[in-house]
């Protein structure tokens, strides 16, 4: 298993925010509110009892998506506020979270820091810069997974991916039903310099850790 964010794939880590009927099929999952789905949910507070209540299942294993978007049409102030609730949530269970965060690293960060979140936070489908990588990494809690998606030449992370180390890389095919794991573990091999089985079991290793399978 090595699938860290996944919509449909029951074999990955689930993401069942959507459609609570997946966790029964589930082997693993993670429920949250994204930034992006937030005004569409009309009682937070209920969502957020609910969210509550499958926490208590043993297949659950972590809180998310949730985090921040700059592009969400929601304004900062809202959003905060409840990624900042999961983050409680997350606390209180002590699980890890899957972070959906677009140009809002800091804040994000900032948010982590004050909670003094502890436990494994895994961006996904991550893309950013060299210098927002070489910040991040310097809270060790912090994992990046990527989707084939977003590792693209036109992408910054396809420049920014060396900084990482391989014990801090995932792998997840979010929304993408075609998604090839052997290229895109293959792609990580060629550009990090190693050699394909060992990222492929490193991946694995990291997935387990997070997971706690
Ligand atoms: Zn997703």
Known sequence: MLDIHTHFNFQGLI???????????????????HPNKLKTISNLEDYLENIKLLVNDKKCAAIGECGLDKFAQLDLV???????????????????????????????ERILKQQKFSLPVVFHGFNANQVVVKHLLKSPNFYFSLSEKMLQEKNNIFKSLSLIPLEK????????????????????????????QVVKTTIETNFKNIVLL
């Not at 993401?15 to 429920?31: A, C, H, I, T």
């Not at 095919?173 to 990580?188: C, E, R, V």
């Open 169 to 196: 890389i995932l792998v997840e095919s979010d929304t993408d039903q075609n998604t090839d794991f052997y290229g895109l573990i293959k792609k990580i091999a060629e550009i990090k310099q190693f050699d394909f």
């Open 15 to 33: 993401d069942v925010s959507e459609d609570f009927s997946l966790v029964e099929k589930s082997v693993v999952f993670s429920v949250g509110i």
């Open 78 to 108: 809202q959003q905060e506020k409840v990624f900042l609730s999961q983050v409680e949530i997350a606390k209180q269970y002590s699980k890890p979270l899957i972070i959906h965060c677009v140009r809002l690293f800091n804040e994000v």
